[in-house]
């Protein structure tokens, strides 16, 4: 008995470890797609909606979490984001598109 009770909590600290870390690269990749587009990311508005398992082009089984953010043109308006991660690599992503202000 106490060794489930010890692998289970094993098992817990490590997911959440793991989700910390991948917590992370999503911030790290929303940074970069939102500077792509000459957007600010807003870092506190990043947090996984869904999570799920895949298998990658291995065929191996990972988790599979999609992350909410947001991003801001301007300060002013707010874009709703996400961004798909398979283990640690990037699968896709949506940015809306939005208006960018031209200062004449």
């Given amino acids: 008995m106490e060794i489930a009770l010890l692998a289970i909590i094993i098992g817990m600290a490590w997911f959440w470890l793991d ?29 996984c909606s869904k999570l799920w398992l895949g298998r990658n082009s291995r065929g191996h089984v990972k988790f599979l979490r999609t992350y909410e953010f947001e991003v801001s043109a301007n300060g002013a308006d707010r874009l709703h984001c996400h ?22």
Avoid: C
Avoid at 96 to 103: G, H, L, M, R, T
């Fill in 19 to 47: 989700s910390m870390d991948k917590r992370e690269r999503a911030v790290l990749l929303g940074h970069e797609l939102a500077s792509r587009f000459n957007l600010q990311l807003l870092d506190e508005t990043v947090a």
């Fill in 83 to 104: 961004l798909i991660l398979l283990g640690n690599q990037l699968g896709t992503w949506h940015i809306p598109p939005y208006q960018q202000a031209f200062n004449d």
